[in-house]
């Protein structure tokens, strides 16, 4: 539902240009690691993923499971919340695992949350913390990068900045 969600709104916000080699077979119970740059990213990685035809479970912040519609969607469709700075964290790592194992894929943001600049303008990932590379040791499981760019042209800044960017972006079409 969210990969179809995605499908609707990125559209309306911007454009969305998806590369990939035309060989890559992304082998069941696969972990994909995308970089996090703006609010807008989950949105933008799934549609990405959606076109081609990629459905993965997504591992996120916690926090996104107390918004009433979207935490039913989040647990319904079996997403995995991360307890950021907190001993439960490592329980979203044993999900992960047993989704891996069921042949699923993982989504991951390895950074672990959104960086804190200000501006809108691209940057390097920021260093990864450890769950990537523990899940990917745990469970054998290989590992397919995932790069966007584009998404704090969308959202990015202070949360005014964001919902102003959000709702002038169908207009600029970023």
């Not at 035309?22 to 703006?38: E, F, M, Q, R």
């Not at 989040?74 to 964290?89: F, T």
């Not at 989504?107 to 949350?113: F, T």
């Not at 303008?121 to 745990?138: D, I, K, V, W």
């Amino acid at each position: 539902m969210l990969s179809r969600l995605a499908d609707v709104l990125v559209p309306t916000v911007g454009r969305l240009t998806v590369t990939a080699d035309a060989d890559a077979v992304l082998a069941p119970g696969s972990i994909i690691a995308a970089n996090h740059t703006s609010l807008a990213d989950p949105a933008i990685v799934l549609a990405a993923l959606h076109r081609l035809d990629v459905h993965p479970v997504v591992m996120a912040a916690a926090g996104l499971w107390r918004i009433p519609v979207l935490g039913r969607a989040l647990a319904r469709e079996g997403h995995i919340p991360v307890h950021r700075n907190d001993p439960r964290a490592a329980q979203a790592l044993d999900l992960a695992a047993a989704a891996l194992r069921e042949g699923r894929l993982i989504l991951i943001y390895a950074e672990g949350g959104i960086p804190t600049r200000k501006d809108a303008s691209e940057a390097p990932p920021a260093p990864f913390r450890t769950g990537l590379s523990r899940l990917a040791q745990r469970t054998g499981a290989p590992v397919i990068p995932v790069g966007q760019a584009g998404a704090r042209r969308v959202t990015s800044g202070n949360p005014a900045k964001q919902l102003a960017g959000l709702a002038t972006a169908p207009l600029r079409r970023p």
